[in-house]
C-alpha cells in the first residue's frame, strides 16, 4: 500500500510540475517575467517567514552567506526559464530545464575531478541528442527561447551544486528562507529596471 501511494504521489507532483508550464506560459500573456517572478519569491519567502520566524532568528552570518548566494542563483535559473519560456513552447522549456540532471555529474567532475559514471555520460548523450531533435531548426541553428531555458538549467545545476555544499553546515529552513528572501530581491531589482 505504501508503494502505491508513493507511486500516486509522484505521478501527482509530476503532473502539478507538468502543468506549472502551461500556467506560467500564459501567465506571461498577462504579466512580465521579472514581477511574475518577484511575486512568486515574495509570496515564498513572507510565507517562509511567518512560518519558521524563530528559526530563523538564530540564522548566522555564514548561513545568510550561504543562502544569498543560494537565492542568486535561484533566481538566474529562474529569470532565465521564464524569459525562456516566453519564447518557446512549455514543453521544450520543460524538458531543457530537467537537462540540469544530466549537467550536475558533469560539474561535480570538473570541481572534484570524480568522473561520472558510464551510465552518466550514456544519459548525457541520449538527452544531448534529445536536446537536439527537440531544440535545433532547420537550418541547425536554436531558438532565442531554447537557448535561455539551456542557461537556465545550467544555472539550476550550479544551484545544487551550491546547496549541496551548503547544507552539510548549514541549517535548510534558514537556507531555504535566505535563498527565497534574496531571490525575490533579485527579482524586484530586475522588474524595476
Not at 500556467?23 to 511574475?36: A, F, R
Not at 515574495?42 to 532568528?57: E, W, Y
Not at 531554447?146 to 542557461?151: K, P, Y
Request: net charge positive.
Amino acid at each position: 500500500m505504501i508503494k502505491i501511494l508513493a507511486s500516486l504521489s509522484l505521478l501527482l507532483v509530476t503532473v502539478i510540475w507538468g502543468s506549472a508550464f502551461v500556467v506560467m506560459k500564459s501567465s506571461l500573456d498577462c504579466i512580465s517575467p521579472s514581477y511574475l517572478l518577484a511575486c512568486r519569491f515574495t509570496l515564498a519567502a513572507l510565507a517562509l517567514l511567518i512560518i519558521f520566524r524563530k528559526r530563523i532568528s538564530r540564522m548566522t552570518a555564514s548561513e545568510f552567506r550561504y543562502g544569498a548566494l543560494a537565492g542568486v542563483l535561484l533566481f538566474v535559473s529562474y529569470y532565465f526559464q521564464t524569459y525562456g519560456l516566453k519564447y518557446t513552447t512549455a514543453s521544450k522549456n520543460a524538458f531543457i530545464t530537467t537537462l540540469y540532471v544530466i549537467i550536475v555529474p558533469f560539474l561535480h567532475w570538473l570541481i572534484s575531478r570524480i568522473r561520472p559514471s558510464k551510465y552518466s555520460m550514456a544519459a548525457a548523450l541520449i538527452a544531448v541528442a534529445g536536446l537536439a531533435l527537440l531544440s535545433l531548426e532547420g537550418d541547425l541553428t536554436v531558438s532565442y527561447g531554447d537557448f535561455l531555458t539551456l542557461i537556465c538549467s545550467i544555472g539550476f545545476a550550479l544551484h545544487l551544486m551550491c546547496l549541496d555544499r551548503y547544507t552539510a553546515s548549514s541549517d535548510p529552513i534558514r537556507l531555504t528562507v535566505m535563498q527565497m528572501a534574496a531571490a525575490a530581491l533579485c527579482s524586484w531589482a530586475a522588474a524595476v529596471l
